[in-house]
């Protein structure tokens, strides 16, 4: 079925078709191109500083161009060293995976996968974008001021980011940070009221609970995770602008800084940790939960049949976004708060395997007696799977306040949340990108160099990451400038030089993907209108775009939507097919 | 620069390879799969075959590691409770190694053995309680293990000593970028302390009319501590938040502004016993800073000795207390 | 099915089925919020350096202000949806009235304690006197848009745009205003404790 552009008029102006859309799926495009550009820079940054990790003290050209004064003749300073990697992690944490990730396929798949119009309200929607593309303007604007950028790493532990005296990026570097951070919270609270109410009210006829595909499932969890914490977090962030600029001492007490003791009591630091890891935790699944949900979409159809229990995949996904909840303390069992209170947060920690390792199995009996198709987006989920073991298992170390002593701030974690958390989240939404690239721009994305991306960016990015382990293991703390100043670590010279080549390597391999995007969208082969022979309601809607998404009454659902080889009927069939005289529902 | 160009080398290797693969020609590389869904068995069958040699080589990139950089890790515990950390560390770490190998050739091998075939058809396999049970439990009953070894230790750990034992009272006094260790003395006791007494050379804001401050020792650089005594450890901080990381007694604390707070461990060798365990005749102890504090954070560093207990005496009267 | 496309044509009408739920979850979102900041309290609270003092009376007053308006603004709805217009008019004007009464005694409460040497920063300011202020600030930061709402009410029943059939901009308001007022006792409750700690 062809839609015809001469039937459907659009009388829009530019700026209202492209700037100040209202629909969600212009929306989604608007956070995938934001989210992705931010995602761009946050990963220059990472190369750089693995420059220096690699080579330290080794003059780079690329430093002088990209860095100007933060680089010293090619070296970066090491103050700005610390600048680029509190950058790199905020611009990834939010920027990229929760917004560019969230942003895009909650505002894309919500509506068109429920059967809906459009989100429940449009302008909230229009505002939540916009209010998130300040908040990068403020975050890059940032990046130019006088002391440099925030540099206090991405959990701005005050005392630091409170005192400029004690990191130049503390000045206006950080006042700026928190300004944006307050934009993007405000953004994200806004956007995740939104998505709830889709999915609660506006959800076709027929479309119960245990009919929903995953997808929204796992994006719903996240959306609530964001309701509930995020607000926490603004709460942190006031009062550390408060003690910035208002000299109130929420967070400090008794300190010494710059020549006198500053006239400041009964603060706490460890109280801004409970705050911010309160936010912290459950942002880990805010980012992680829809690449889940979209690898068990994709997993699915791709070995074309259906997800094996559904219902535990469901339960897992509540019980994730439940737990997240209790388990923020893990992240502060060497802070000095009472070891009473570090046995319940290693308990609670550790019960995440539970629901993790019900999804990996359930993923793994998905694939088996499957007939599995490798488009580039099974491969980046089978990479989520793989990724999601490895480091999830790392986290039993890590959950377990014992252990957690020895490898806690060490590359140990570097490695672990990359892994968990980055790689699986990066997997996750170039998995999304190329599945729903046909229903975002109508063309095909280009397979062969797809595979080409996944593999070498599964092989360096591996490579970058699995070996930060033995890093950890013999003690290297993370955020270093360089370890030269410790005979204990020289052995890790050439590793670290291995990393960075790897890092690299990667970072050269996405522009493949760079290419792939850009030339698809252009010259990309004209998609049909249900190219993966999928069952959800997308699959449903024209090619092109419309305003309400689909040209008649929105179908009605009469069955969930892994209906895929189902003995005696087709090989696949829609959630908008009625059942057959005599079929049963299969779940 | 050689390594860069060696794997420059392998990634045009790669592509090349996939190149052939791709029949040779150029243009098909780019006209990308002409059906939507990819129906060619060869094809499907090659990217089940990267999944198996990808697992292959990852096994091998772990071997390397192991192999190259195993013997670089922390050696042995050297405090009495770092052994039971190693002990869980062990066991955690094998159970870690067991799942991850066997759900990791689960997965390459399904996806090999499951690469597209136009004759066969997929089992339409909803869900299964039993199966679905199984999995709960089994990681449950592993948990339990683990947890209640680790919140064993971690209260062991965890519990302060009592100042009236036979004890070593030392405070670690963390500031922007260096650290400073004050041994209580003879009376066994920390003297107060307090930000708004630092001036000039009494940079920890000593109390200087307090009695009990009188014997305490202020040393930089370098600390010593006594083998098989207990030490137990009070932390401060000047500035901002430090940590107090000391790897080879798996020991590491916070030091935060406002706060006191405190760890202990009992040192099991001297350090002339770990340079041989370690075969390492330069190796000595360190304590590192592991919280980010600032431009030199890479830098804070500090000497530990661990020596007899008449050697660690001699070394404590040669240094001069604070009302000296 | 070309017919149909031309046929519909889908308009950005904001979902009114979706406005309460909306104002419910956002409403959540605030709960959150000052749950963060109530529970930064309690964790600072038991420093040693913690201050106590008694809060002003003035608050007792403006805690009855809000009552009340919540009081007067649920009988103006109530009667909206009856059909009588013109009290509504009387009893909405008369609950903002008592919404900038509620603000006003506030004001009068802070500079109370302002002039009692209570201060809410610089060297003079404890904790608790910070928190004190700040919290009682968000709330009336977050009351002004109850009164915006509560004004763009007013006005609309000024000019007879309510009745029985169409209320939902008031019930949405009366909601928030409610929420406001209960949150508000809360603080108070939360604060009068704290503060005698």
């Not at chain 1, 000095?336 to 046995?343: E, R």
């Not at chain 3, 309460?20 to 709960?31: C, D, K, N, Q, Y």
Request: proline share 4%; glycine share 8%; hydrophobic share 50%.
């Amino acid at each position: 079925m062809d839609i015809t552009h001469s039937e459907h008029k659009h009388h829009e102006s530019f700026i209202s078709k492209y700037l100040f859309s209202r629909d969600h799926k212009m929306i989604a495009k608007q956070f995938m191109i934001t989210g992705f550009t931010m995602g761009f820079i946050g990963i220059i940054m990472s190369v750089l500083f693995r420059l220096q990790l690699g080579w330290p003290g080794e003059k780079f050209l690329i430093n002088d161009l990209l860095l100007g004064s933060w680089a010293n003749g090619g070296v970066i300073a090491p103050d700005k060293y610390l600048a680029l990697v509190t950058m790199h992690g905020t611009i990834m944490v939010f920027f990229m995976l929760t917004a560019g990730l969230s942003g895009t396929f909650s505002n894309l798949l919500i509506p068109l996968q429920i059967g809906a119009r459009d989100m429940a309200s449009g302008f909230i929607n229009m505002l939540s974008y916009w209010i998130f593309f300040v908040s990068c303007i403020v975050m890059l604007v940032s990046l130019g001021v006088e002391g440099g950028a925030a540099s206090s790493g991405w959990t701005i532990y005050p005392p630091l980011s409170a005192l400029p005296e004690a990191i130049p990026g503390s000045g206006l570097g950080m006042t700026l940070w928190l300004v944006s951070m307050a934009l993007f919270i405000t953004s994200s609270l806004i956007g995740s009221l939104n998505y709830i109410v889709t999915i609660l009210n506006l959800r076709t006829k027929g479309m119960t609970f245990t009919r929903l595909p995953l997808t929204i499932w796992s994006f719903l969890v996240t959306a609530i995770l964001g309701v509930l914490s995020f607000p926490v977090l603004l709460s942190a962030v006031l009062l550390l602008v408060f003690d910035r600029s208002f000299g109130t001492s929420f967070y400090l007490s008794d300190i010494y800084i710059g020549g006198q003791a500053l006239e400041r009591f009964g603060g706490s630091p460890i109280l801004f940790e409970h705050l911010f890891w309160f936010l912290g935790h459950p942002e880990v699944y805010i980012v992680l939960l829809p690449s889940l949900g979209i690898t068990s979409e994709i997993v699915s159809t791709m070995s074309r049949k259906p997800i094996f229990g559904y219902k535990f995949m469901i339960g897992s996904i509540l019980a994730i976004g439940g737990l997240s909840f209790i388990v923020w303390g893990h992240h502060m069992f060497v802070t000095g708060m009472n070891p009473f209170l570090g046995a319940v947060f290693t308990i609670t920690t550790l019960l995440i395997a539970i629901p993790s390792a019900i999804k990996v199995f359930n993923y793994l009996t998905t694939l088996w007696r499957g007939n599995i198709i490798f488009s580039p987006a099974m491969l980046f989920s089978i990479g989520l799977i793989s990724t999601f073991i490895t480091g999830g298992l790392t986290g039993l170390i890590l959950g377990d306040a014992t252990l957690d002593i020895n490898v806690h701030d060490t590359y140990f974690v570097v490695g672990h949340f990359h892994i968990v958390m980055g790689l699986s989240a990066v997997f996750g939404t170039f998995a999304g990108v190329y599945h729903w690239f046909p229903k975002m721009f109508g063309k095909m994305m280009n397979n062969t160099w797809g595979q080409i991306h996944f593999w070498i960016t599964i092989v360096t990015a591996y490579g970058v990451f699995f070996p930060m382990h033995f890093l950890g293991l013999a003690g290297v703390p993370r955020r270093y400038y360089t370890n030269s100043s410790f005979p204990m670590f020289d052995d890790f010279v050439n590793l670290n030089e291995i990393i960075s080549i790897f890092a690299i390597i990667a970072f050269i391999g996405q522009f493949i993907f760079i290419f792939n995007f850009l030339y698809s969208i252009f010259k990309g082969r004209k998609a049909s209108q249900n190219p993966w022979s999928s069952n959800t309601l997308e699959w449903t809607t024209p090619v092109e775009h419309i305003h309400g998404n689909w040209p008649g009454e929105i179908p009605e659902v009469h069955r969930w939507p892994y209906d895929y080889n189902k003995p005696g009927y087709e090989e696949f069939i829609p959630q908008n097919v009625p059942l057959k005289k005599g079929e049963v529902e299969s779940v | 620069m050689l390594l860069l160009s060696a794997f420059a080398f392998i990634l045009i290797l790669f592509l090349i390879t996939f190149f052939y693969l791709k029949g040779g020609d150029f243009k098909e590389m780019f006209k990308g799969n002409p059906d939507d869904l990819n129906f060619d068995e060869q094809e499907n069958k090659t990217q089940g075959w990267l999944f198996v040699a990808f697992g292959i080589g990852f096994l091998l990139f772990i071997l390397f590691l192991i192999f190259k950089w195993g013997g670089s890790l922390l050696p042995e515990a050297a405090s009495v409770h770092g052994a039971d950390v190693d002990s869980l560390m062990l066991i955690t770490g094998i159970i870690i190694i067991f799942v991850f190998v066997v759900t990791h050739i689960l997965l390459f091998v399904l996806v090999y053995k499951y690469a597209f075939n136009k004759n066969r058809k997929p089992a339409f396999f909803t869900h299964n309680l039993k199966l679905e049970l199984l999995w709960t439990a089994l990681p449950a009953m592993v948990l339990v293990v683990l947890i209640s070894v680790g919140l064993y230790n971690w209260n062991s750990i965890m519990t302060p000593l009592d100042e009236n034992d036979d004890i070593v009272l030392i405070e670690l006094y963390a500031k922007q970028f260096d650290w400073t260790a004050r041994y209580a003395g003879n009376d066994g006791k920390l003297g107060r302390a307090n930000v708004f007494l630092i001036k000039g050379s009494n940079f920890l804001g000593i109390d200087t009319t307090d009695v009990v401050a009188f014997d305490d020792k202020i040393v930089k650089n370098e600390f010593h501590l006594p083998v098989n005594k207990p030490v137990q450890f009070v932390f401060r901080a000047q500035d901002v938040m430090h940590s107090a990381y000391m790897p080879h007694f798996r020991a590491q604390m916070n030091c935060v502004p406002g706060l006191k707070t405190q760890f202990n461990f009992t040192p099991k060798y001297t350090t002339q016993e770990m340079r041989r365990i370690t075969k390492n005749p330069d190796f000595d102890y360190i304590l590192l800073c592991n919280k980010i504090c600032g431009m030199a954070h890479f830098s804070m560093k500090m000497k530990i000795v661990v020596e007899s207990e008449e050697d660690y005496n001699l070394w404590l009267a040669s240094n001069q207390s604070f009302k000296q | 099915m070309e017919n149909n496309l031309s046929i519909y044509n889908y308009e950005f009408s904001e979902n009114k089925k979706a406005k309460e739920p909306l104002l419910w979850i956002g409403l959540v979102s605030i709960i959150m919020f000052f749950a963060g900041l109530t529970s930064a309290v309690i964790v600072s609270s038991t420093s040693s350096t913690w201050k106590i003092f008694t809060l002003p009376n003035t608050f007792w007053y403006s805690s009855i202000a809000i009552i009340i308006s919540s009081i007067t603004f649920q009988l103006g709805y109530s009667f909206v949806k009856k059909n009588n217009l013109l009290l509504p008019k009387l009893l909405f004007i008369s609950t903002l009235i008592l919404g900038f009464t509620f603000v006003y005694f506030q004001y009068e409460g802070l500079s109370y304690l302002y002039q009692q040497g209570i201060y809410a920063t610089g060297n003079k300011s404890t904790t608790s006197s910070s928190y004190l202020y700040v919290l009682t600030v968000l709330h009336i930061f977050h009351l002004f848009f109850g009164i915006i709402s509560l004004g763009v009410v007013t006005t609309k029943s000024l000019m007879n745009k309510y009745n029985s059939s169409n209320f939902l901009g008031i019930k949405l308001s009366l909601t928030y205003w409610h929420f406001l007022g209960i949150l508000w006792l809360y603080l108070f409750m939360f604060l009068t404790i704290m503060m005698s700690k």
